[in-house]
T-cell receptor, first 114, second 114 residues
Framework: GENVEQHPSTLSVQEGDSAVIKCTYSDSASNYFPWYKQELGKRPQLIIDIRSNVGEKKDQRIAVTLNKTAKHFSLHITETQPEDSAVYFCAASKGSSNTGKLIFGQGTTLQVKP | DSGVTQTPKHLITATGQRVTLRCSPRSGDLSVYWYQQSLDQGLQFLIQYYNGEERAKGNILERFSAQQFPDLHSELNLSSLELGDSALYFC?????????????FGPGTRLLVL
């Protein structure tokens, strides 16, 4: 079945360091991979996404890489700041025109220490 | 603010009861997705409606049902509630039904079953 594994479950870094969160997916038909950031008590917010026709996408301090062969994608945050502290979720969506349902990873709690 | 609204914000009820959660999508969005977020299960896809019709179903319990009305708002009905149904329930909307469309999440309804 469809499954997304996310690691690590918690990550603590010093301000200014980089953070990397990794996800693997089981369904080889998946071809859309968004990342959401959820602050405590708030809604998940999309921060970046990637489609299977590209291997990397960058937006300022955030980048996502995709390895379709390995069924693996990662979120990279550089020059971390305390406001980056939140729970990050990866997700995968199967290539289908009928539905965009997202299968989420279990989440990574990122703590950026000042 | 994502433009997606959900009511109520909080709901406290007893086991065996029935509740209705309401979601209004962003203006112009035709798809509504429902997700359940519990501490041990992360974000789980429940069901998707597109322009009034059910489009995809996840691991939604038989005690749960949903519908989307002509004005595109959606309701999630939870019946015969159990303690384990306590969770955050999010709806998300997107402009179409297919994959790769950004899903915008509402603020969620926090359900507590006592």
């Amino acid at each position: 079945g469809e499954n997304v594994e996310q690691h690590p479950s918690t990550l603590s870094v010093q301000e200014g360091d980089s953070a990397v969160i990794k996800c693997t997916y089981s369904d080889s038909a998946s071809n859309y991979f968004p990342w959401y950031k959820q602050e405590l008590g708030k809604r998940p917010q999309l921060i970046i996404d990637i489609r299977s026709n590209v291997g990397e996408k960058k937006d300022q301090r955030i980048a996502v890489t995709l390895n379709k062969t390995a069924k693996h994608f990662s979120l990279h945050i550089t020059e971390t700041q305390p406001e980056d502290s939140a729970v990050y979720f990866c997700a995968a969506s199967k290539g289908s025109s009928n539905t965009g349902k997202l299968i989420f990873g279990q989440g990574t709690t990122l703590q950026v220490k000042p | 603010d994502s433009g997606v609204t959900q009511t109520p914000k909080h709901l406290i009820t007893a086991t065996g009861q029935r509740v209705t959660l309401r979601c209004s999508p962003r203006s112009g969005d035709l798809s509504v997705y429902w997700y359940q977020q519990s501490l041990d299960q992360g974000l789980q896809f429940l069901i998707q409606y597109y322009n009034g019709e059910e489009r995809a179903k996840g691991n939604i319990l038989e005690r749960f049902s949903a519908q989307q009305f002509p004005d595109l708002h959606s309701e999630l009905n939870l019946s015969s509630l159990e303690l384990g149904d306590s969770a955050l329930y999010f709806c998300a909307s997107s402009s179409s039904s297919g994959f790769g469309e950004t899903q915008y999440f509402g603020p969620g309804t926090r359900l507590l079953v006592l």
